[in-house]
């Protein structure tokens, strides 16, 4: 994430106290690409135009359509208002006050700051609008009445920004501030329970084919040796996370060969081995998603 000039010891740990460290991009292009906006957002399949709306989800409760988020005045975002899309990220809810379905990650965004979210929103308003009216959701009753969601973010949704763990490091913090918030790992690699919730007993342990994303596994990426990562090393984390190999040599497949040529292959080293680093330290959880 971010790095910050240490000046000396007091210092340092009271400014991790009050505020996380921040992400190496001046201009929101990296926070863009790292948080996966385009690669919803956008049905590159169908050769979509960027922002204009994603690929269909299919999902347990039915078909969601990933909104237009471009800079279009009437069909995206070109209207909200700083404050309407910091809402939106950080409590899941429209400018006219709906609440918006959890597909969309705001519980991982939540964690961002204020500075880096109003970040994101001035690329997305720097890129060409697309005058494409979004598809609306196809779900299944009751999963239809977007009332109920009130109840799903007491449950589920911890309203951010995110606090950084005085226990520890600087780099640790920045490691957790962009997995668990900016790129939003848990989203495909931890289960979900009935509800649709992140299992957080169960944080980044893999999903079994038909419960991940697309009806696809998603491996364990725990400090598990055998079920998940635990034999990489963390510096071998981050070259994954930049190059999309494998320790072995093979490569990354499908939604994460997307997610690193599209997003961490575009952070800095120093965001790298942090994200690297958190992984590393996640509790080893046995179970595995298997392709």
């Known amino acids: 994430m971010f790095s910050r000039l240490i000046l000396c010891a007091v210092i340092s740990v009271a400014a991790l106290c009050v505020s996380p460290p921040r992400v190496d991009a001046a201009d929101g292009a990296a926070l863009f690409a790292a948080g996966g906006c385009a690669n919803c957002h956008t049905d590159t399949k169908a050769k979509g135009p960027l922002l204009g709306g994603g690929a269909a989800i299919k999902t347990p409760f039915g078909t969601f359509h990933p909104p237009n988020i471009s800079a279009d005045p009437e069909f995206g975002i070109g209207k909200w208002s700083d404050a309407d899309f910091i809402r939106a990220m950080r409590e899941g809810t429209g400018p006219d006050g709906s609440h918006?379905?959890?597909?969309?990650?705001?519980?991982?965004?939540?964690?961002?700051?204020?500075?880096?979210?109003?970040?994101?929103?001035?690329?997305?308003?720097?890129?060409?609008?697309?005058?494409?009216?979004?598809?609306?959701?196809?779900?299944?009753?009751?999963?239809?009445?977007?009332?109920?969601?009130?109840?799903?973010?007491?449950?589920?949704?911890?309203?951010?920004?995110?606090?950084?763990?005085?226990a520890r490091s600087?780099?640790?913090?920045?490691?957790?501030?962009?997995?668990?918030?900016?790129?939003?790992?848990?989203?495909?690699?931890?289960?979900?329970?009935?509800?649709?919730?992140?299992?957080?007993?169960?944080?980044?342990?893999?999903?079994?084919?038909?419960?991940?994303?697309?009806?696809?596994?998603?491996?364990?990426?725990?400090?598990?040796?055998?079920?998940?990562?635990?034999?990489w090393s963390v510096e071998e984390i981050a070259e994954s996370l930049e190059s999309g190999f494998l320790p072995d040599g093979d490569s990354f497949g499908s939604l994460m060969a997307d997610v690193v040529e599209k997003g961490t292959a575009r952070l800095s080293d120093a965001d790298r081995h942090a994200i690297a680093a958190y992984i590393k330290s996640l509790p080893p959880l046995a179970g595995r998603g298997r392709h």
């Open 100 to 166: 918006l379905y959890p597909a969309f990650p705001y519980v991982a965004y939540t964690n961002l700051t204020d500075a880096d979210l109003l970040a994101i929103k001035r690329h997305i308003l720097s890129l060409p609008p697309v005058a494409v009216k979004s598809r609306d959701h196809d779900l299944s009753f009751p999963f239809n009445i977007r009332f109920g969601l009130l109840f799903w973010k007491w449950l589920f949704l911890e309203p951010g920004p995110m606090r950084p763990d005085p």
């Open 170 to 231: 600087a780099e640790w913090n920045r490691g957790r501030y962009l997995a668990d918030g900016l790129a939003h790992c848990a989203e495909c690699h931890t289960p979900r329970n009935f509800l649709g919730g992140l299992d957080r007993g169960r944080w980044m342990a893999g999903n079994a084919r038909g419960e991940g994303p697309e009806g696809e596994a998603v491996p364990n990426i725990t400090a598990h040796m055998t079920d998940g990562i635990g034999n």
